[in-house]
């Protein structure tokens, strides 16, 4: 069973990029399809990127496309995050997710383990 860990949160300036990773024990994470999750005081879940199945090809929300990089790390067995330009709005706590299914990548119920998450604080 793989377990998802993340890190990287804290507090950010405003302007400034964040940098997260999602690593795993128990599984190879590039076996799975990973994603990041967010969730802002008092909303709901968030769907931020997701990264292919044994490949590198990036599925970016609308949202934050342009500010967002998602990527790889095959030797630390990790899956990175990169927000640049960050804003208060991007407070939250950032999960990552991992599926072996072939499913909709912007859906929570596509993914069977999750991360116990990271707060990233923006401060201006």
């Known amino acids: 069973q793989v377990r998802l860990e993340e890190s990287g949160g804290g507090l950010v300036q405003v302007g400034g990029s964040l940098r997260l990773s999602c690593a795993a024990s128990?599984?190879?994470?590039?076996?799975?399809?990973v994603a990041w999750f967010r969730q802002g005081p008092g909303q709901e879940r968030e769907f931020l990127a997701a990264i292919s199945r044994g490949g590198d090809i990036p599925y970016l929300s609308q949202s934050v496309k342009g500010r967002v990089l998602i990527s790889r790390d095959y030797a630390k067995n990790t899956v990175d995050l990169q927000m640049n330009s960050v804003t208060p709005e991007d407070t939250a706590v950032y999960y990552c997710a991992a599926t072996s299914r072939i499913a909709s990548a912007p859906r929570e119920d596509s993914y069977d383990v999750w991360g116990q998450g990271t707060q990233v604080t923006v401060s201006s």
């Open positions: 128990g599984h190879t994470l590039s076996d799975f399809r």
